[in-house]
């Protein structure tokens, strides 16, 4: 089945140390999105790539960055994870001009330790 | 600014009840409205969806209810299941560009 991966499903990080999260998939979207998620609201969408053009929201820290270095994957790094940080981070995808919405991953749990 | 409001936060209903949550919006532009089901610690998954020149939409014993001149538009589950039990989002969409939009959520509990 055409889906959205998200790797690994729980990650625990410490303080200060680097985190790469990663996010493929199948359904040949042009368009990528990290989206925040803490508990018991709604997801906050941090980035976007339209192909390979990068979109940051205006209120996303410099900590957090991304790279697409292909139409499957996209990665989201945090530089140094600060104790906020820890939320669920989804990853989606769509198609401009789709006549659907987003599909989402599953998403990865971080903790910051 | 809210782009799309959402209420209630939360409900409790009885099972085989009826549950029900609003959504509004404000920028005519939108032109598609899902509604995400997600259970804890998953990703948001796609439940049922609307364009604006319908206004209702089943699927099951999930209804969307849209109010094209109010702005409104609503979930509706019948029979609700305990197995329904999970926070609902509301979203509008427009194209082109993918504006994406999520209400604030509701976390609905079904009770035996």
């Known amino acids: 089945d055409a889906m959205v991966i998200q790797n690994p499903r729980y990650q625990v990080t410490q303080f200060g140390k680097p985190v790469t999260l990663s996010c493929s998939q199948t359904?040949?979207?042009?368009?990528m999105y990290w989206y925040q998620q803490k508990s018991s609201q709604a997801p906050k969408l941090l980035f976007h790539?339209?192909?390979?053009?990068?979109?940051n929201e205006a209120d996303t820290p410099d900590n957090f960055q991304s790279r697409r270095p292909n139409t499957s994957f996209c990665f989201l790094d945090i530089r140094s994870p600060g104790l906020g940080d820890a939320a669920m981070y989804l990853c989606?995808?769509?198609?401009?001009?789709?006549?659907?919405?987003?599909?989402f991953g599953s998403g990865t749990r971080l903790t910051v330790v | 600014q809210q782009q799309v409001k959402q209420s209630p936060q939360s409900l409790i209903v009885q099972k085989g009840g009826i549950s029900i949550i609003n959504c509004a919006y404000e920028?005519?532009?939108?032109?598609?409205f899902p509604w995400y089901q997600q259970f804890p610690g998953k990703g948001p998954a796609l439940l049922i969806a609307?364009?604006?020149?319908?206004s209702e939409k089943k699927e099951g014993r999930f209804t969307i209810s849209f109010n094209k001149s109010a702005k409104q538009f609503s979930l509706h589950i019948m029979d609700s299941q305990p197995g329904d039990s999970a926070t609902y989002f509301c979203?509008?969409?427009?194209?082109?560009?993918?504006?994406?939009?999520f209400g604030t959520g509701t976390s609905l509990t079904v009770i035996p």
């Open positions: 790539y339209y192909d390979k053009d990068f979109n």
């Open positions: 920028n005519t532009a939108f032109d598609y």
């Open positions: 609307i364009r604006p020149d319908v």
């Open positions: 989606a995808t769509s198609r401009v001009g789709g006549m659907d919405g987003y599909t």
């Open positions: 359904l040949n979207h042009n368009v």
């Open positions: 979203a509008a969409m427009s194209r082109p560009g993918n504006q994406f939009y």
